[in-house]
């Protein structure tokens, strides 16, 4: 809506629409910020709901006794279910009239959030790119969500593919922005892990720790979970991501496709499979990369598999940290996955490929 001197002369077709339709390609310049609406608090029963739409079994987060025994004073919510409520929160100024979101960088948890603590969240949109085709461009954010005390808890860049309102309104240059390969040790949290967290074994009966795990090992998540359709349209609500993607099945089939399952708990589904191999993990310190390889739909079963990219050096004795690339597939074992080589990259993935994640966690490490 315009701005006037005198807010008694309204345009008064204009004060009726009240247009809500988001933002298009067009709308949106390089330097934007945008602080989005309704903070949102999060409660002991958003785990409840995580847990049971993705079957999460993370001990930091499963039990208050796991938690003070590994040295915290309540258990922190899981990481996933904030950064998709976070994620959730920029949708209607960002993703509304996505064609897809593209990938990921520089996702770094912060600190950990608890339950009733409350998330807001602002933007700024750092980089423009519009498609060949002049029906769509790329648009590149960084986003950060802060709680009550306006403390950083989170904070990624991503980028996604918008439609453009107009096919023939003009776009200013390309700006495409430069993104870090892999978030730096010394910007991992690290300083909320006490010499305690080694007693994760005790919960989870597995002993590996940090020293057993090799760069190149390769783990084969044994099991795999279908995606109802339920299940994807309660997560989606559950993250108050309301784009049309996600929740219109009528516009999608107006285009001749349907429903998609929203990324982020394709993402979630298969951190929840990758538990067994990596049971005595204790929580994501960062999302390095990554990207919605190809569209899963209801009806989908997800597997996946994990690679050792590298063990980071955190700095401590009794922590370390795991950087790990996690494949997920459809309608397949995560036996069949095909790893790149050393060097090789991010080949073309075969269509069965939903998601290709590179991340990490912490992991403790045994006493000396």
């Known amino acids: 809506m315009r701005k006037r001197d005198d807010p008694r002369q309204r345009d008064k077709e204009t004060d009726m629409k009240k ?24 409660t002991e029963g958003d785990r409840s709901l995580y847990i049971g739409l993705t079957g999460s079994r993370a001990a930091l987060c499963t039990a208050e006794t796991n938690a003070r025994q590994l040295g915290f004073e309540h258990r922190p919510l899981e990481d996933l279910l904030v950064f ?3 994620f959730g929160k920029t949708v209607p ?54 709680n009550q005390h306006g403390r950083e808890v989170l904070s990624w860049v991503r980028w996604v593919m918008v439609h453009k309102r107009d096919h023939g309104a003009a776009c200013g240059e390309a700006m495409v922005p430069a993104t870090e390969a892999a978030v730096p040790a010394e910007r991992l949290r690290r300083s909320d892990y006490t010499a305690r967290v080694r007693e994760i ?9 940090w020293e057993d795990y090799a760069v190149g090992e390769r783990i084969d998540h044994p099991g795999a979970m279908t995606i109802n359709d339920s299940d994807h349209s309660l997560a989606t609500r559950l993250y108050q991501n309301t784009a049309r993607a996600h929740f219109d099945g009528h516009a999608m089939a107006a ?36 990207s919605h390889v190809n569209p899963s739909h209801a009806g989908d079963t997800i597997a996946c598999a994990t690679q050792v990219l590298d063990k980071v050096d955190l700095g401590q004795d009794h922590v370390g940290g795991l950087r790990l690339r996690m494949i997920g597939v459809k309608n397949a074992g995560a036996a069949s996955i ?4 050393p060097g090789e990259g991010r080949p073309a993935h075969p269509s069965n490929v939903v998601l290709d994640l590179d991340y990490t966690i912490a992991m403790p490490k045994r006493q000396r």
């Not at 602002?122 to 790329?138: A, C, P, Q």
């Not at 929203?262 to 990554?290: F, K, P, Q």
């Not at 095909?338 to 080589?341: G, I, L, N, R, S």
């Open 84 to 86: 998709n409520t976070a």
């Open 93 to 146: 100024d960002i993703s509304l009239n996505a064609v897809a979101n593209l990938g990921y960088a520089e996702v770094r948890f912060i600190s950990h959030v608890y339950p009733g603590d409350t998330l807001a969240v602002d933007t700024e949109v750092i980089g423009l790119k519009e498609n060949s085709s002049r029906k769509s461009g790329v648009v590149y954010v960084r986003s950060t969500a802060r």
């Open 255 to 290: 285009n001749g496709g349907q429903r998609l399952v929203y990324g982020g708990h394709i993402i979630s589904v298969c951190r929840a499979l990758a538990y067994d191999g990596l049971e005595n993990g204790l929580s994501m310190l960062a999302i390095n990369g990554g």
């Open 201 to 209: 074994t005790a919960m989870t009966g597995f002993d590996d720790l």
């Open 338 to 341: 095909a790893f790149p080589e």
């Open 19 to 42: 247009d809500r339709s988001g933002n298009y390609f067009e709308d949106f310049r390089v330097g934007m910020r945008i602080s989005h609406a309704t903070p949102r608090t999060l």
